[in-house]
């Protein structure tokens, strides 16, 4: 099992309502990720970050942000949650120089 | 569009059977890997083929890779119960130092 958590792992929220997706890893990774996921089908990358205060936006535009301020602490934040935001959010990282990524158990945002 | 394409999308076998999935991919690539997710859980690697690399083992997973013809295989021999979940590719394209997955085969045994 790898050292990397997410919370909460299911959250149903109503529209326009303000959510930070947390994910930490104790693993001392300097790369982290995260992927979006609908079910049945492919991850797209939303975000990554490199190391502390390093962020960049992903393959897949998203209207989240996130930070990263601790090397272990990788958050994303919606502002103001659509239905269309419904979806499953899986965080991952990895050394960095290793190409294997390390999963945590996901995040599955369901609004309302 | 995305980088990888799978097919079967889905796969259905009795157990003790073999596996077959393959992967096709647009671009260069410096790796490709291969990721198993339970349902509704996160990913978990499975094994790495390196573009220099023509054919990899780990236990029941055996792994080819043809980089002319941008394409790799994953067989899973001796097929259990605890096999059934959804298979990713993943490839690492060079210079890009990111992932890219593809749609994923959905492998069901039977018992």
Redesign the interface.
Known sequence: E?D?Y?TPRYLVIGTGKKITLECSQTMGHDKM?W?QQDP????H?IH?SYGVNSTEK??LSSESTVSRIRTEHFPLTLESARPSHTS?Y?C?SNTDRG????????T?LTVT | SQQGEEDPQALSIQEGENATMNCSYKTSINNLQWYRQNSGRGLVHLILIRSNEREKHSGRLRVTLDTSKKSSSLLITASRAADTASYFCATDRAGAQKLVFGQGTRLTINP
């Open positions: 790898a990397i997410q990720y992927y049945g089908m492919e991850l990358l990554y992903g393959d499953q899986l991952a190409y294997e990524q390390y999963f945590g158990p996901g599955r």
